[in-house]
């Protein structure tokens, strides 16, 4: 819903549009990072071992391909910024599961 709201004054703010899809708010970043967490939540209560290990790479793909098409956070022209707060995920998780 936050990414949603944020939207509008991220595309006035960086386009000068009320909306324009050339690129997304960085929030839908946060959004896919918590969707991958929940699905790897869900992989990880039904499956062990190395399936669990091919699930999580794959949720891993998805999310990035999802980042990448979406366009999130790409306005500034360096680097996706849905991609790189996908980065810090899997850190934060082994940090948790420590």
């Known amino acids: 819903m936050l990414a949603l709201i944020a939207e509008v004054p991220y595309d006035l703010a960086t386009s000068g549009k009320p909306f324009d ?6 929030v839908f970043g946060l959004f896919i990072a918590f969707a991958m967490l929940a ?11 190395a399936m669990l290990v091919i699930s999580d790479i794959v949720l891993v793909v998805v999310a990035v391909l999802w980042d990448l098409l979406l366009r999130v956070g790409l ?5 996706s910024l849905g991609a790189v707060t996908l ?3 899997p850190d934060f998780l082994a940090d948790a599961l420590a």
């Open 21 to 26: 899809f050339g690129s997304q708010n960085p």
């Open 39 to 49: 699905a790897m939540k869900w992989v990880a209560q039904r499956y062990q071992g």
């Open 87 to 89: 980065g810090f995920v």
């Open 75 to 79: 306005r500034q022209h360096l680097m």
